[in-house]
C-alpha cells in the first residue's frame, strides 16, 4: 500500500490516528503520523508513529512486543485523520491495559478506572 | 461534569478527541477540543468542538441537526486525547455518510468508498 495522493498532513507534518481493534471495535490509542511513518505502517503492516516527545518513529510493541497489526486504513472526508483497524498482539496501553482509554470522567469531574487490568507494569518489569 | 484537573491540553490548547457510537462502536469522527468546548460538552451534553479552519466553537450538529449526544467520556493513559461515547441523531458526516471514515486505502494506494451513503449533500441542499 502506498500513501494516497489526498492525504493532508498538518502544518506540522502529522496527521492523528486512530486504532481500533478489528475484531471488537474497542478504540485502542491514538498517536500521530508523519508521512514516513505512515508509509512505513502501510509497508510493513504494523502500526508506527512519529513520537511528539521523543521526536522519532516509534513502531508500537517494538519494545514490549504489543504490536498493532493493519488489517484496514481508513480517511476521513477531509483526509486529514486516519482509522485504522487492527489486531492487537497483546495490551495497548503501557499502563497494562487493553485499552489506554481505561478512565472515564465521573459526574463530579474525577477520573474513574473503567477497565480490567491485564498486567501491571511495575510487576511485569517494564514501564 | 467538570474538566479533570489532569487533563492536558496540547502547547495549541487542543486535545484530539474521537467520537465513538455508543450503540455499534462505529468510530463516527475525530476533532479537537479546546478547554471551553469541553467545558460546553461535558455540561451541555452535546459533542462541541474547537474548529481550526474558522477559529470558533463548533456544536457538532448545530445546522444541520445531525447532533451527537454524549454518553460517556473517556481519558488515555496519558490524559492527552479523549475518547467519546456518543449517540448520534444523524449521519455525522457532511458528505452524507453515518462516519466521517467511509473511504478505504485499496491495496494500490487509492482511496474507495466503502459505505453506505444515507444521503446526498447537494440534493438534500446542504453542504
Known sequence: MQVPKEIRFGTDGLIPAVV?????GQVLMLGFMNREALEKTLAEGKVCFWSRSRRKLWVKGETSGNSLLVREVYVNCYANSLLIKAEPLGPTCHEGYESCYFRRIDP???????AERIFDPKEAGSK
Open 20 to 24: 481500533q481493534d478489528a475484531k471488537d
Open 108 to 114: 463530579s469531574g474525577e477520573l474513574e478506572t473503567a
